[in-house]
């Protein structure tokens, strides 16, 4: 393995290390809070917390343009560049956007207020909350630019920090808030959140000019028009997504199940997005600025996404094997038994994740290649598959359909994407990626033939075994990748 490809292994392990811990920091800091908080707040408030956050996360996905993922492909395009004006000119077209997108946000927070507080509480006593979100929609918006230079520049570590000091800044001050102010301190949670999060980014991009030069209309428009159309077409993509698990949701509530059955799914979801999704947010971090900074040469892009989707299986399957032995008594330890039937649920939708890891880098492609259309058409496809196959495989298979939705989504999404790729920007597998992908993808079959026919003492013998091989595997696959060894060496003479 040549010396150029071994570093390329290494740096991507090197910031999902970074990232992962990063994220579990800040998953414990946010449990610790959200404990404590509970105490203070109760089930009422946590509620109002619920509502008022939806509400906040719709007027963002019609406004915001999604603003930070498009920032950050903008900066990381010029951030190599040896001409530093132009990193310096294209933060200073952010800026002006970020004032833009704020504004629009605002104005919809303050101007509806009175209707958004009677649409979210059935009254208009918290409309001054939605007013005073109008300055929390300037403030995030602005935010959003300065975040967006930290990943665009791929500053591992002070991405990292500057992710977990927020984090810790903001748990402290939660909860001096709602000890004080109770249930009418939500509101100013999200204010003193909103601050500490400007300013913690503020510092460590302190070495990036803040100042907005000049305005030139048709300058301005020439740049930030291609921006704010791509930005459009993720933020539709965005919002039919949240409609699609919507209609999911309600469907299930209409089935008469309600407290049921939506409940084993929204415990699936937790564990299969919140938990198992930290591993992939590590990955993103990290890669979508590496990629996009390549992203006009497809043989580099090819190399990296073969890298990543390598590193991914090597870092998940090992993970969700031993979660098809642990994931009942996790569901009995976070919430209750009453909850062990979502199991069935995750029989099929664990083996998802698989192909997740694979799916999930060659995704990023169409991403920072920038291609609209390509963009709007494979999430738009990807929304309707798992609206169709949730309602049609739940209504024959019951709980264990929504787990076969989960895999089947992936795989047509995966076979559909892959081609995408293929045609329009000559990707394909490597062949070690093609061996992972095998080797993976059987160790995951035999888990789910274990704990789908056998009883649960022989399906965890066999699971446990599983284990043991995909660990000695994976280890195997990853030091051939970057070699313990000469890490470890290299550390000694340091």
């Not at 000091?165 to 808030?177: L, S």
């Not at 039919?240 to 049921?260: H, P, S, V």
């Not at 073969?306 to 098809?324: K, S, W």
């Not at 979502?342 to 920072?368: C, D, E, H, M, T």
């Amino acid at each position: 393995m040549s010396l150029e490809i071994n570093k390329s292994y290494r740096s991507i392990m090197k910031a999902t290390g970074v990232f992962g811990m990063m994220q579990v920091f800040r998953t414990i800091i946010s449990i610790i809070s959200s404990k404590v908080v509970a105490i203070y707040i109760g089930p009422i408030g946590i509620g109002l917390v619920s509502l008022l956050t939806n509400s906040v996360n719709i007027i963002t996905a019609i406004t915001n343009f999604e603003f930070l993922t498009v920032a950050t492909r903008e900066v990381a395009l010029v951030s190599g560049d040896e001409d530093k004006s132009k990193l310096s000119n294209t933060i200073s077209m952010l800026q002006k956007m970020a004032i833009i997108i704020g504004v629009l946000g605002a104005l919809i927070s303050f101007i509806f207020s009175s209707y958004l507080s009677d649409l979210t509480f059935g009254n208009k006593e918290k409309q001054h909350w939605f007013q005073l979100l109008a300055v929390y929609f300037l403030i995030v918006s602005f935010t959003n630019t300065r975040m967006a230079i930290l990943q665009g520049v791929n500053k591992i570590k002070a991405l990292a920090v500057c992710n977990i000091v927020a984090a810790f800044f903001i748990a402290i001050g939660t909860i001096i808030i709602y000890y004080y102010l109770r249930i009418e301190g939500i509101i100013w949670v999200m204010m003193y959140s909103s601050i500490v999060l400007l300013l913690v980014t503020l510092y460590f991009t302190r070495q990036y000019s803040i100042k907005i030069l000049p305005f030139n209309f048709n300058e301005f428009y020439e740049k930030s028009s291609p921006i704010f159309k791509f930005g459009f077409f993720m933020s539709i993509n965005l919002i039919l997504g949240q409609i699609a698990n919507f209609c999911i949701k309600l469907y299930l509530n209409d089935d008469g199940n309600f407290t049921q059955i939506l409940g084993y799914y929204e415990v699936s979801s937790v564990i299969l997005i919140n938990y198992l999704g930290l591993i992939f947010n590590a990955m993103a971090y990290d890669f979508y600025p590496k990629l996009t900074a390549l992203s006009s040469d497809n043989s580099k892009v090819k190399q990296v996404v073969n890298h990543q989707i390598e590193i991914a299986l090597i870092l998940v399957t090992p993970a969700i094997i031993m979660l098809y032995m642990v994931a009942p008594l996790m569901i009995e330890l976070l919430y209750t038994k009453e909850f062990l039937s979502a199991f069935s649920i995750l029989k099929f939708a664990l083996f998802s994740i698989i192909l997740k890891a694979v799916v999930f880098p060659i995704g990023y492609i169409i991403l920072v290649k920038g291609d609209k259309k390509i963009f709007f058409k494979q999430a738009l496809f990807s929304d309707i598959l798992n609206f169709v196959l949730s309602i049609v495989l739940y209504k024959y298979y019951g709980l264990l359909g929504l787990g076969l939705a989960y895999f089947f989504n992936y795989l047509f999404y995966l076979i559909y994407v892959y081609q995408i790729v293929k045609k329009n920007y000559e990707f394909s597998f490597s062949n070690s990626c093609k061996k992972l992908i095998l080797m993976c993808c059987s160790v995951g079959f035999l888990a789910i033939v274990s704990v789908y026919f056998l009883d649960t003492f022989y399906a965890n013998c066999i699971i446990s075994i599983l284990v043991i091989i995909s660990i000695i595997f994976s280890c195997k696959e990853l030091n051939q990748r970057i070699d313990f060894k000469d890490i470890l060496n290299r550390r000694r003479k340091k």
